[in-house]
């Protein structure tokens, strides 16, 4: 791939013979993101801590060449993006005793950007976070390695996902998300639109990204393909699984019990802040961008139904 200037208007040659660097690509955006690259034929380079990791492996099977490699050894990432045609990026998570280490995580964007730069390296996409009206907590180590991107890549692409609608699946944490004998507890007021998106679209607009990067170039994509009520999207899993599930939004007091940065969410969110993703311009862009009751008509209601079946079993 080559481009003279960034101006939006060079032509952008792909080679789709190259590979794709995924980094994350054990978890949910990055795994979904290798898949429908290898499902496009495009070649697949996996970027994992561990090589034996049985979500590693299966990526393995499917097509993709693993490579070990972390965001603190720098001399791991070049051979991993030696001849690359391009890097799919998240920001590497970085917890610190009081949350998220902002410098940690925002010197680790910039580790990879600056080893694909140095590789000659021309696109990256980087998925990041969805935006609000006001400054999220634990938000500025992205939008620092958004900045850093912009001003580094010749060919640049920040995808922005907001909840994806796989976290029903997971383990509540710290007091939050997932469902928990049969209630799911969060942030969000029980009546009012929350935006939510398919992981399985985060990867379909990477892939558009690879696919034509000269249409993607300099772009930020606030992504979302649903906006059910908490209360609607629990009544649309007890329908879909069988199984009763509720919603129940956090106190402020509880909030406040679980941490400053959970708790200055809780805040913003009250005060109106919200995720502000164009669903229906999306939906131009990539006509199948699923809504919630799709991906429940997917393998999301089977898979829920297990999980959720599985735990109570658990606590019997």
Known sequence: MSVSTFD?????????????????????????TARRLLAAGRPVRALVRDTEAPDALALAAAGARLVRGDFDDLSGLAPALEGVAGVFGIPPVALGPSGVDTELEAARGRALIDAAVAAGVEQVVFSTVASTSAPLPGGA??????????DRVAVPTVLRPVRFMTNYLGVAVAGIDGISRGVHRHLFPPHEPMQIIAVEDIAEFALLAFTDPARFAGRTLELAGDQPTPVAAAAAISEATGIAVRYEQVTDDEA?????????????????????????????????????????????????????????????
Do not use: M
């Open 141 to 150: 180590g992205k939008r620092a390695i958004e900045e850093y991107l912009f």
């Open 256 to 316: 406040a019990a679980l941490g400053t940065e959970i708790a200055a969410v809780r805040t913003s969110w009250r005060d109106g802040h919200r995720w502000h993703a164009d669903i229906e311009a999306l939906r131009v862009i990539h006509p199948g961008l699923r809504t919630f009751g799709d991906w429940l008509a997917e393998p999301g209601a089977t898979v829920l139904r297990d999980h959720l079946t599985a735990g109570v079993e658990s606590v019997r």
């Open 8 to 32: 939006g208007t060079d032509a952008v040659r792909t080679d789709s013979d190259s590979p794709i660097l995924v980094t994350g690509a054990t978890g949910r955006q990055g795994g979904a």
